[in-house]
């Protein structure tokens, strides 16, 4: 009941020794709403915790659950165990650019490229959305923009966010994130973003430092 930093872990703990909602919600008077979307997290990974990795590939809306709630590549190949038996062993095959950190899954423990590849051919891929600074009133046009996988669509206009996977075999495939270089939204004049001598082709992407704290003028996003 103590309010720590690491008191999430703590629920994190309690449920998997079997402790519920009610009795969480009496010990530490954190109301049930939160109580139970922490819950649903234990749900989810005990379930992935059930299943190998080809019951995981016939149950993608499962993966795509987890994936909306957050768990990551990483998380979900720990989770899931290796089948006792390789059914369709094949080789990786020549990495492409949209390709880097996926491989297929041939046999042996379940990785994170595993995962990603798995995803990726089933359409399960992350959206650009924009922040509305505006609360509706206006259109808003800021540059706040975040991914997520709860979203069918981009909420911004951007060139060479066409269907990225080398080895599509499902017919509907939602749009993947575009090349770093498009981020401008499609308007900048081509010559404008090249430097002498530089590749017209390269690409650059500035990744953010992490969660939105309290403070950081747009924390607003996770109200």
């Known amino acids: 009941a103590n309010p720590t930093p690491v008191r999430v872990w703590a629920i994190a703990k309690a449920f998997e020794n079997g402790m519920g909602v009610e009795e969480l919600h ?58 006792d038996k390789v059914l369709d062993a094949e080789l990786s095959p020549c990495i492409l650019p949209v390709d880097h950190g996926s491989q297929r899954y041939s046999g042996g423990p379940v990785t994170e490229a595993h995962i990603r590849h798995l995803r990726k051919k089933v359409g399960i891929v992350p959206v650009v959305k924009q922040i509305d600074t505006l609360a509706a009133e206006y259109p808003a046009e800021t540059n706040y923009l975040y991914l997520t996988y709860s979203g069918e669509e981009h909420d911004v206009d951007l060139a060479g966010s066409e269907k990225q996977c080398s080895e599509l075999t499902i017919t509907d495939l939602t749009s993947a994130i575009p090349e770093p270089l498009t ?21 650059i992407i500035v990744l953010g430092c992490g969660p939105y704290r309290i403070g950081s003028s747009v924390e607003f996003d996770w109200c």
């Open 183 to 203: 981020l401008h939204g499609g308007n900048v004049p081509t010559e404008s973003l090249q430097m002498k001598g530089d590749d017209p082709e390269s690409r």
């Open 26 to 83: 009496r010990l530490t008077r954190i109301d049930k709403w939160f109580l139970c979307k922490l819950h649903g997290l234990h749900m989810i990974k005990g379930t992935m915790r059930s299943l190998d990795f080809y019951e995981l590939r016939r149950n993608p809306m499962l993966l795509k659950e987890a994936k909306t709630r957050g768990f990551s590549d990483r998380q979900i190949a720990q989770l899931v165990t290796a089948p």
